[in-house]
């Protein structure tokens, strides 16, 4: 089945369709018990999104509203059915059940209720009186195994039930759990909002983002102490995430898991957190020994990467050991508080003198707890006065020659995308080159004043928003831009900025910058805007399901840690598909494949880099303007594409690494591959798709 298949969806442009769709899909698959399904499933969002910019929609009528009315017909038919089934006199009511340790196997119900929520209250009892559930996401697939039966109110119902449990013990939950529980309802799509006493919508975000700890241990911990110990190991962490030294607090709760477990690595890396946490720069001779033996005795437990770091971070700090190694250490899947990460790498920063990056990692501990830096740290924390921006008309020649540049390198860029039949003007004459020179403000008044409109007039929420912030700041439109097409967090500052607040950027038009849109996790819809000529976005805009701009990350905007800005650029820049489509369009049917290869390094690995450039002086490939692709996958569920030409022959496998780069290109005169995985991917390959 292709994408829009897998879907039951027409052919669209509409994105909303799109998520609509698959969110519907979502709910009918369990994503643990049937992983190829749920593959396949992402992979035809990813796909139909990416082919939804390639769509233009036609007349033709929506073939599912007959099939849609006869499900929902046929589902209504079924409900009226059961209830005429289960006279109502039959069916228990049962209160709200509140789950802490405290409750026995006596609250369970010995007769199976027949109503659905009641039957959802006693087996989510059932699994809590076990002491079992922290992490194994099989504990609580019984208890989802009938969802499709809920009525609309059923599920309302049981989502509150979840929304409860989850308030009163998150932190016992293991991240895997809680994902798990959470795609049933699209906690996510809540509205943030307080209500009278129920505060699930603000802690969703808390609750989903509860540290990466192993639950193991449980089994060398009675039953009767398990909940009292996971939380006190939650507390510990907040402890130290909070940044706020609380000796008398941390000590309780450490002595306390001491005396059930002295087995858990987790505990015994927040004890080496803290420690830092009190001397970072581990000036005193207690903090190294202690460290070390800290370390020892974590190592006795297990050889995590957690360890790794630490030692990492010891021999830069008291053996001059290679700085690099702590600045590019993989710190994403580490179990540590990013807390204890920014004050670690802060310091390094600090020592390197690159005080940007200082304040990225400090800025916001020091303001929880100043009692941590010293003085002159402090000082480097402080906020910078205002710099005055100089108006246009008196700025120098330079600026004027930055400006020449970027408008050389704008057409040089746009005559590579562009045909080169094409008619519209790409180009700089003479004149319009020596109004650049001459000092008014109205530096070239047609290309500049078109350009602004066109931003400013066009279709794209980001290229509007590019105009009101960073073109023309004093637009009177701007407010009612604001009311209009932000929400959130991004409303609330883009109404209380103060415009010349923001960085002043060399855009005369869209073609000073290029876009990036993609579908990220736990960020949603995002799209990086970056200035030509730079490696990295000035601005990511994030979107919300009404497609409306709700976070703004950037200077002068919401500041995301280095850290994590750079995991979400790394992520929003490459995909398969993408890397796909650069090698059909931008290789295969291209005659500038040296000047794409080039600027395009980010789609391929060093080998296939290489594997391009032997070939690429091959005819221009016409075969493959009108051919088709199909994703496939091997025993191990691995993503592969074919690519076929126009006569639908198989002339190409691609594969991928784990950051969606093309790794592997097999096919005649490239990379070969054994006869039986060959077969196989053929057998297992889907049916075709016809756009790049």
């Not at 769509?55 to 929902?72: A, D, H, L, M, T």
């Not at 196997?105 to 559930?133: C, G, M, R, W």
């Not at 795609?183 to 129920?198: I, R």
Request: proline share 3%; net charge negative; aromatic share 12%.
């Amino acid at each position: 089945m292709n994408c829009w298949e897998i879907l039951e969806l027409e052919p669209t442009s509409d994105k909303k369709r799109i998520k609509m769709a698959y969110e519907e899909k979502l709910k009918m698959i369990d994503e643990d018990a049937e992983p190829l399904a749920f593959h396949s499933l992402k992979e035809a969002f990813d796909s139909a999104l990416f082919l939804s910019g390639t769509i233009i929609e036609s007349n033709r009528p929506v073939v599912r509203v007959e099939g849609e009315q006869v499900k929902e017909e046929q589902a209504k038919a079924d409900r009226t059915e059961v209830a005429k089934e289960t006279p109502e006199q039959d069916i228990e009511e049962v209160e709200p059940q509140q789950f802490n340790e405290n409750e026995t196997s006596e609250s369970i119900y010995e007769k199976k209720p027949t109503n659905h929520v009641a039957l959802f209250d006693q087996e989510l009892t059932e699994i809590f009186e076990q002491k079992d559930f922290f992490a194994t996401i099989e504990k609580w697939t019984p208890l989802f195994s009938n969802q499709l039966a809920w009525s609309s109110d059923e599920h309302n119902q049981i989502k509150d039930r979840m929304q409860e449990f989850l308030l009163a013990n998150y932190r016992v939950l293991s991240r895997e759990v809680i994902t798990y529980i959470g795609s049933f309802f699209d906690f996510d799509s809540l509205v943030k909002e307080y209500k009278s006493g129920d505060y699930f919508c603000y802690s969703w975000s808390e609750i989903k983002q509860v540290p990466l700890f192993a639950f193991d241990i449980y089994r060398d911990i009675s039953k009767e102490q398990r909940i009292q110990y996971f939380t006190n190991r939650y507390e510990l962490f907040q402890i130290v995430d909070n940044g706020v030294v609380n000796q008398s607090s941390w000590q309780e709760r450490l002595d306390w898991c001491g005396s059930v477990t002295t087995k858990d690595y987790d505990v015994v890396t927040l004890e080496i957190s803290y420690l830092l946490l009190n001397d970072f720069r581990m000036e005193q001779e207690r903090t190294v020994t202690t460290f070390k033996k800290l370390l020892n005795e974590a190592k006795a437990l297990k050889e995590g990467q957690e360890l790794d770091f630490f030692r990492t971070y010891y021999e830069w700090v008291k053996n001059d050991e290679a700085t690099n190694d702590v600045l590019t250490f993989d710190k994403s899947e580490l179990t540590l508080s990013i807390t204890i990460i920014d004050l670690l790498m802060g310091y390094v920063y600090f020592k390197l003198r690159r005080y940007s990056c200082v304040k990225e990692c400090w800025a916001e501990l020091a303001q929880k707890n100043p009692s941590l830096f010293r003085e002159n740290e402090l000082a480097l924390l402080q906020p910078a006065e205002p710099v005055q921006i100089l108006p246009k008309k008196q700025k120098g020649v330079g600026s004027y020659l930055g400006a020449i540049f970027l408008l050389i390198v704008a057409v040089v860029k746009i005559g590579g995308v562009i045909s080169r039949n094409s008619e519209d003007k790409a180009y700089t004459t003479p004149s319009e080159i020596q109004n650049l020179f001459s000092g008014e403000r109205n530096v070239n008044n047609n290309f500049v004043t078109s350009s602004a409109s066109a931003l400013k007039e066009s279709e794209n929420l980001y290229d509007q928003f590019v105009y009101y912030f960073y073109v023309d700041r004093e637009d009177p439109d701007r407010a009612d831009f604001v009311e209009t097409n932000l929400t959130g967090h991004a409303k609330e500052m883009a109404q209380k900025l103060t415009i010349s607040d923001l960085p002043e950027l060399a855009i005369d038009s869209k073609y000073a910058f290029h876009s990036s849109p993609d579908i990220v996790a736990e960020y949603g819809p995002v799209t990086a805007l970056t200035l030509l000529e730079k490696e990295e976005p000035f601005i990511i805009l994030q979107e919300d399901h009404d497609e409306k701009i709700s976070t703004i990350f950037g200077t002068g905007w919401e500041i995301l840690p280095k850290d994590k800005f750079d995991a979400l650029w790394a992520d929003i820049q490459v995909r398969p598909m993408m890397s796909q489509k650069f090698f059909v369009i931008y290789y295969l049917l291209s005659d500038e494949r040296k000047e794409n290869l080039k600027d395009n390094p980010e789609y391929t690995t060093e080998n296939v880099k290489k594997m391009l450039e032997k070939n690429s002086s091959m005819p221009t490939a016409v075969e493959f303007e009108s051919g088709t692709w199909q994703i496939s996958q091997d025993e191990e569920d691995k993503l592969y594409t074919i690519i076929n030409d126009e006569n639908n022959e198989h002339r190409f496998i691609l594969s991928y690494d784990d950051y969606g780069r093309l790794e592997h290109i097999y096919g005649d005169k490239w990379e070969k591959m054994e006869e039986v995985k060959q077969k196989l991917i053929y057998d297992n390959a889907e049916e075709t798709i016809g756009v790049y």
